[in-house]
């Protein structure tokens, strides 16, 4: 899990949110709440969870802030993406994969940006993920 935020502040906002909103309703005794109240609770709510403590620690337990290598295993990503990484620390198969690497034909409507993308894409070394997404055929 890469988003601190997600992680550490708003995992906390949900779980508060899901107490207090049992709360209200069992006062209210309604199933529903109303617009009103959700802004109340929300108001209620979000001080107590996104404080300067949570966002740092979020960022200090995802491994973003210190930089912390251990918190991503490498079982936990793309096979294909990591493959694509290691050819990057070898360089002269990157030159390889440059000199056999044809950019396809774009069609007329696509534009400049299309050719400026085109040629970036024959003059640096682009990951093979990449170019099958950006440049199919």
Known sequence: MLDPLDKCCFRL??????KRLVEVQRMSGATKISKASFTQLV???????????????GFKSTGIYPSDRTKY???????????????QNFP??????????Q????RDEIGRKAKRLK???????????????CFKK
């Not at 002269?92 to 690497?101: A, D, E, G, Q, S």
């Open 13 to 18: 906002l949900k779980a508060q949110w899901d």
């Open 73 to 87: 295993p490498k079982a936990r990503f793309c096979s294909q993406m990591i493959a694509s990484y290691n050819l």
């Open 119 to 133: 040629s970036y894409a024959s003059k640096t070394f682009v990951p093979s993920f990449i170019r099958e997404r």
């Open 43 to 57: 108001d209620e709510l979000w001080p107590i969870s996104l404080t300067p403590e949570n966002i740092k620690s």
């Open 92 to 101: 002269t198969k990157n030159i390889l994969l440059m000199v056999h690497y």
């Open 103 to 106: 950019p396809p034909v774009f």
